[in-house]
């Protein structure tokens, strides 16, 4: 059987001329693989962009990528050039889909508002669509509600985030893999061996902006300042207030450092020497980086949307209403449960974990989304 992807995923070219994408969307595909005699990744190629540290290479031989040319931004200009781009971008998925059995598109994402559409009404291959956004987004972009409310209204299956109430009979709950096996085994030793005392000290892992809430991040460490409990702040990513961040933190004299993007290895050893991980950002569907904290003792401090709080009610700390006053009150009272709390906190979060392995997605795809 051959599977089409077709997503948004960034893809480059490293020193070595290999082609590189995006880590989680790359891992996934790579432990999908086995399964499929070929899988077509119909993603973005950014040819002359260097390739961040998060970006890997494809380890399976039978995944191919079909490069499509970055279209999108923040500009008028940009998001026209989308509109433009629309007949390459439909005759590489049309040619594409004709080599394979069953398709999955990845959304919600600028193509979608007209790729979504032209699945729905112009091809009648098997397939699935991913909403990885925030199904619940009560004032969600214009594009991504669309892509949403047409979803609803198509009778293939989409797997979402969360459990919700009048959840459409084709919306399927479905984790986002991004474990494997051994990386369980390695997580739980590791959260045998944590000690969950002061100095506590903290990571983010994500895009640095307002919109993933690092400003409140700052915001809550600088009213924990002097604070002896507080230990060191980790961020990994970047952004566009990465330098306007890591000001702040250096002329308050926060211990905080930023680190840029990490191999996932360099991730994991973070995670294994901290002991939260915040995201307290504005609209989420289930971020991975929340279930790989989780897997190393990271006991998750985030923000009560979409599909969160389904997760961590029992293995971490919800921020309601999302400021940085409620913040740092979360990371304060987070501080002062105890060792004996956090550590059942910690073992609570790991034993969640195992729905998040690649095993568990795999075995998902082939018998409840192919079959």
Known sequence: MKLAIISHTNHYTNSSDTIVGWGPTVSELNHLAPHFETIYHVAVLHPFLEAPASAIPYTAHNIELVP???????????????????????????????????????????????????LMWFSSKKGWFKYAGNWNQSHAPFAFALQRWLLKQQSRKVTINGVWPAQPQQCIS??????????????????????????????????????????????????????????????????????????????????????????????????????????????????KVIAEGMNFGCIPIASNVSSIGQYIRESGFLVHPVNGQVLSDVMTKAMNCGAYVLQEKAKAGHAVTESFTFEHYNNRVLSELIR
């Open 68 to 118: 499509l040319q970055p279209t999108g931004g923040k500009t008028a200009l940009d998001k026209l050039r989308i509109i433009s781009s629309m007949p390459e971008v439909l005759s590489t998925i049309r040619n594409t889909l004709r080599k394979v059995d069953v398709f999955q598109f990845r959304g919600p994402t600028g193509i979608g508002v007209y790729v979504i559409p032209y």
């Open 174 to 287: 479905f984790e986002n893999p991004c474990l494997t096996m051994a990386e369980r085994t390695l997580g739980l030793e590791v959260i045998q061996k944590k000690t969950y005392e002061d100095p506590f000290h903290f990571c983010f892992v994500g895009r640095l902006d307002d919109a993933k809430g690092v400003h409140l991040i700052v915001e809550a460490l600088l009213k924990l300042k002097g604070a002896s409990s507080v230990g060191t702040m980790h961020f990994i990513g970047d952004g566009p207030k990465k330098e306007t961040y890591k000001k702040t933190c250096e002329t308050n004299a926060i211990e905080a450092v930023f680190h840029g993007f990490l191999p996932r290895e360099n991730v994991f050893k973070i995670y294994e020497k901290c002991h939260f991980i915040l995201l307290p950002s504005k609209s989420e569907g289930f971020p």
